[in-house]
């Protein structure tokens, strides 16, 4: 099974930026498609980006399109997303997971980590 650690995340003003780290172990030399999703505070957890193995193909959610970009760096293990244009509302607790296909955000082959948190201040 994958297992995942997310970090990078942290405190930032309306407008700003911050870059989400997300290191894979476990079976982590079979490229698996990845996705981020974050909860905020009252909310159920919600789908914000999914890369397909080669990275070639992402998605996004509408509330995060244009202003946010996963990335995957393979001979690494890691995914990213880089958050540019933070609003107040995108804060939650981000978490990343390994995707059993990249179409489907909601089924998963790993399982959660600790998360990281994102909070933006107005």
């Known amino acids: 099974q994958v297992q995942v650690v997310e970090s990078g995340g942290g405190l930032v003003q309306a407008g700003g930026s911050l870059r989400l780290s997300c290191a894979a172990t476990g079976r982590a030399d079979v490229r698996y498609p990845m996705g981020w999703f974050r909860q905020a505070p009252g909310k159920e957890r919600e789908f914000v980006a999914a890369?397909?193995?080669?990275?070639?193909?992402?998605d996004y959610s509408d509330s995060v399109k244009g202003r946010f970009t996963i990335s995957r760096d393979n001979a690494e293990n890691t995914v990213y997303l880089q958050m540019d244009s933070l609003k107040p509302e995108d804060t939650a607790i981000y978490y990343c997971?390994?995707?059993?296909?990249?179409?489907?955000?909601?089924?998963?082959?790993?399982?959660w980590g600790q998360g990281t948190q994102v909070t933006v201040s107005s």
């Open positions: 890369i397909s193995w080669s990275g070639l193909d992402t």
């Open positions: 997971a390994a995707l059993a296909r990249y179409s489907d955000h909601n089924k998963f082959i790993s399982s």
